[in-house]
């Protein structure tokens, strides 16, 4: 049976200490992604876990004049439920009260949502719309990346090693913006995202300003759709130009997927979801 080391630090630095000394040891907080994980690998590579759960200054949520800054410690259902959260920044608020179940919600944290970034990950596209920034830090240094820079690093295999993830940072705009989030799944609840739309946009004038559009679970990574942005920015939402939008999206989703057996059902789903968040903005 392999032998596998079990480390549980009540600080950040005895926990990087620990993955210095053990690169291929994985951290840990609820368990709920990388736990399933490792059962269905036979020939999973990990050689030790790192419990983080007791490490105080990664829980908790707070607040400045200008940013809201989550812990990566901090679970689906504390930021569900958070009423500065539910007021500020809605469409990150609806993604974690989407997350799995009750008990997944309450166990599952923010930080390893990120961490483990599945393809159905409920809190990416929220994440993007609103522009998220996350603060990793390793033994020498602590830097500040966006979440998307971060899914570019995934997606090229770039993410330097021995880093943890402090905190997630989100600004709080001044004027709540109006937000949309939509999770597509086979049942009402405890279910994978098979679709996950998430919008943030203003209207001025009866123009759009700042429309950030995000879409995943349809690609091996969440994105930010900005082609399709650019159709919108600046004009007052028709029907015409919601479908446009759509079908700009299933563009540029295939450009990355290519065109696979899943794209009969993808299409025309998919080019629904994107319309039915744009026509709020009529």
């Known amino acids: 049976?392999?032998?596998?080391?079990?480390?549980?630090?009540?600080?950040?630095?005895?926990?990087?200490?620990?993955?210095?000394?053990?690169?291929?040891?994985?951290?840990?907080?609820?368990?709920?992604?990388?736990?399933?994980?490792?059962r269905e690998k036979e020939d999973n590579a990990i050689t030790g876990f790192i419990d983080i759960m007791r490490i105080r200054e990664l829980s908790g949520i707070s607040f400045d004049d200008h940013a809201a800054h989550i812990g990566a410690l901090a679970t689906h259902a504390m930021i569900a439920q958070n009423g500065t959260l539910k007021e500020r920044l809605p469409v990150l608020s609806a993604a974690c009260s989407h997350v799995g179940s009750p008990q997944i919600r309450n166990l599952g944290t923010i930080g390893g949502n990120i961490i483990t970034m599945s393809a159905c990950a409920d809190t990416l596209p929220a994440l993007l719309v609103l522009e998220a920034r996350m603060v990793m830090r390793s033994l020498h240094q602590t830097r500040t990346i966006t979440v998307e820079e971060y899914i570019d690093e995934k997606r090229k295999q770039l993410v330097p090693p021995?880093?943890?993830?402090?905190?997630?940072?989100?600004?709080?705009?001044?004027?709540?913006?109006?937000?949309?989030?939509?999770?597509?799944?086979?049942?009402?609840?405890?279910?994978?995202?098979?679709?996950?739309?998430?919008?943030?946009?203003?209207?001025?004038?009866?123009?759009?300003?700042?429309?950030?559009?995000?879409?995943?679970?349809?690609?091996?990574?969440?994105?930010?759709?900005?082609?399709?942005?650019?159709?919108?920015?600046?004009?007052?939402?028709?029907?015409?130009?919601?479908?446009?939008?759509?079908?700009?999206?299933?563009?540029?989703?295939?450009?990355?997927?290519?065109?696979?057996?899943?794209?009969?059902?993808?299409?025309?789903?998919?080019?629904?979801?994107?319309?039915?968040?744009?026509?709020?903005?009529?």
């Open 162 to 282: 021995g880093e943890m993830l402090i905190k997630i940072v989100c600004d709080l705009p001044d004027e709540v913006p109006l937000s949309y989030f939509f999770k597509l799944s086979r049942r009402a609840a405890a279910a994978k995202a098979r679709m996950t739309v998430a919008r943030t946009a203003y209207i001025e004038s009866g123009q759009v300003r700042n429309l950030r559009l995000s879409v995943g679970a349809v690609t091996s990574l969440a994105l930010r759709y900005r082609e399709a942005e650019k159709l919108i920015e600046g004009k007052a939402v028709t029907d015409q130009l919601c479908c446009q939008a759509g079908e700009r999206v299933v563009h540029d989703m295939l450009a990355v997927t290519g065109r696979r057996k899943s794209a009969a059902y993808k299409i025309p789903v998919l080019t629904e979801m994107v319309r039915r968040s744009l026509e709020g903005l009529q």
């Open 1 to 38: 049976m392999k032998n596998i080391r079990f480390f549980q630090p009540d600080t950040v630095v005895h926990a990087l200490e620990f993955l210095h000394e053990h690169p291929k040891a994985r951290i840990v907080a609820g368990g709920t992604d990388l736990l399933p994980e490792y």
